[in-house]
Every structure is written in C-alpha cells, then in structure tokens.
C-alpha cells in the first residue's frame, strides 16, 4: 500500500506527491476528485473511505517553473560526483585509491578571488586533486579542459522515488 498520492493539475499534469493526510484533507474540502486506484483506506467509526492513488484538482492552478536553487550538494548531485576536468567518479581507482564521495569537491570555473560566484553555470564537480591543481585560475590559464559546461538542472518535473505505482505510470514519464 502506498503512503503518498499523486496530485495532477485539471489538465492532468502532475503537479506534485502528496502525503495521504493531505490527500484526504484535499477530498474532504472538495478541491481534488480521485482518477485512479487505491492509495489507501481511511476508517472512521461508521464507515471505510478509499482514498485514490491519482487525485486531479477541480480547477487548474498556475504552477510556474521554477528554477533550480543552487547548493554545493545540487552541483555535486547534477555531475553525478563525476570531475568536470579528469572525469573521474566516485568508485574509480584514480590518484593512486577508490575514489569516494568525500574525494569531490566544487570548483568555481571563474574563481571567487575573481568575482565568480555561486551559480549553476560557474560551478561544477571536480576531484580534490584536479581542484588543486587548478587552484585560483580559470582552467584556461591552469591548462585544464573541461569536459562539459556547467548549466542550471531541469527541473520542470515531479520526482518519484522507489516503486512507483502502476497507476502513477500513464502521468508521469518512467
């Protein structure tokens, strides 16, 4: 049985995962109708409500895009703990050991000490031994290639994590 919910906009959009609290408080107040399955049930002295997997809201709400808020833990999860400059990642015999996720750090391609700030397209994942070595330089000047461009994460979908339900499948692109 499923403890969250899947909350779709009137256009059928998903919107968001609800805990079941929510869900019923969404029902009771008539803002949502249930589209499909069983999520969990609700028993009450007289009687046993279901309460559904897929809820759709009556009227739609403008729910704007919004853009990915920048954290060192972000760009480190963005790159995948993979170095921007030698490519290495996390479980990697590099550097003479495995590699693990203390190994990584963020770099700032246009140093701090230069006015470059903490922003998805100036920052990236990068080994501790690469960082080092670039040091207060742009990678140009400590001749380092980077292997990407840095760019701010979509983020204009709804994250689902473990089992997801069948009934989550024909809203959500698994």
């Known amino acids: 049985m499923s403890a969250r919910v899947l909350l779709l906009n009137a256009t059928y959009e998903p919107l968001r995962v609800i805990p079941i ?5 969404l029902l009771m107040r008539g803002v949502v109708e ?7 049930q609700v028993h009450t002295p007289n009687a046993v409500f279901e309460v559904p997997s897929v809820l759709r809201l009556r009227y739609y709400v403008n729910a704007p895009r919004r853009g990915a808020v920048w954290s060192r833990r972000g760009v480190l ?3 995948s703990y993979r170095c921007i400059y030698c490519g290495a990642s996390v479980g990697d015999r590099s550097h003479s050991r495995i590699l693990s996720r203390s190994d990584f750090t963020v770099d700032h391609v246009i140093p701090r000490s230069r006015g470059g700030g903490n922003s998805w397209g100036n920052t990236a994942c990068a080994c501790l031994w690469c960082n080092g070595r670039k040091g207060a330089r742009t990678p140009h000047e400590a001749g380092m290639r980077m292997r990407w461009e840095p760019k701010t994460p979509r983020v204009g979908y709804v994250v689902a994590s473990g089992d997801v339900p069948a009934e989550w499948r024909i809203y959500l692109r698994v």
């Open 34 to 40: 249930g589209v499909d399955g069983v999520a969990a």
């Open 21 to 25: 609290r929510r869900a019923v408080a």
């Open 77 to 79: 999860s963005r790159d």
